[in-house]
């Protein structure tokens, strides 16, 4: 199963928004609701921020969104923030029964 | 406070064995599926294994036949046996709540793979 597709690096001024495209197949993402997205940051666990392609866990900023299209799901981060720096991940559930992550983007706030 | 916590983590020699440990506290450990996720040095994450609820369990393919994930429901601890272990195993191990989406994870435990 080959990992997800996501851009290596994306950057963005305090106050706009940024968006992170995960292109996987019809057999991962565009086949299942069942995309989630990680916030990593250096030294600490993995955070959950969206599940199930749009739905936020409680207690994550409504600043981030997600959604799908096709065989692309996209996680748009808006009234960017310095302690937003970090690596985003996405994952899929797969048809075969197994996860898939994305490569991971990190993101700069300049 | 719902919370994981790794442990077994260590150096170990190419062909070696582990058994990595998870302690699950503060939910009801049998109604949950449970994953193991890795992150070698430098690289992404990495999905390892999961077990669902109901005890089918699945692997990766890189690890099918020499990592086995398995669960003691009665001391709600998730295990990783590592066996047959090569330098690219090398990673930090997260043991995390959940399959389809993982909700909570733990801090993280070391492996490395070095003669």
């Known amino acids: 199963q080959s990992a997800l597709t996501q851009p290596a690096s994306v950057s963005g001024s305090p106050g706009q928004s940024i968006t992170i495209s995960c292109t996987g197949t019809s057999s991962d993402v565009g086949g299942y609701n069942y995309v989630s997205w990680y916030q990593h940051q250096p030294g600490k666990a993995p955070k959950p921020i969206i599940y199930d392609v749009s739905n936020r866990p409680s207690g994550v900023s409504n600043r981030f969104s997600g959604s799908k299209s096709a065989n692309t799901a996209s996680l748009t981060i808006s009234g960017l923030q310095a302690e937003d720096e970090a690596d985003y991940y996405c994952?899929?559930?797969?048809?075969?029964?197994?996860?898939?992550f994305g490569g991971g983007t990190k993101l700069t706030v300049l | 406070e719902v919370q994981l916590l790794e442990s077994g983590g260590g150096l170990v020699q190419p062909g070696g064995s582990l058994r990595l440990s998870c302690a699950a506290s503060?939910?009801?450990?049998?109604?949950?599926?449970m994953s193991w996720v890795r992150q070698a040095p430098g690289e992404g994450l990495e999905w390892v294994s999961s077990v669902t609820h109901s005890g089918s369990r699945y692997h990766a393919d890189s690890v099918r036949g020499r990592l086995i994930i398995s669960r003691d429901i009665s001391r709600n601890t998730l295990f990783l046996e590592m066996n047959s272990l090569r330098a690219e195993d090398t990673a930090i191990y997260y043991c995390?709540?959940?399959?389809?989406?993982?909700?909570?994870w733990g801090q993280g435990t070391t492996v490395t793979v070095s003669s």
């Open positions: 995390a709540r959940g399959f389809e989406g993982m909700d909570v």
């Open positions: 503060g939910f009801t450990f049998n109604t949950y599926a």
């Open positions: 994952s899929s559930y797969t048809s075969i029964r197994t996860l898939v």
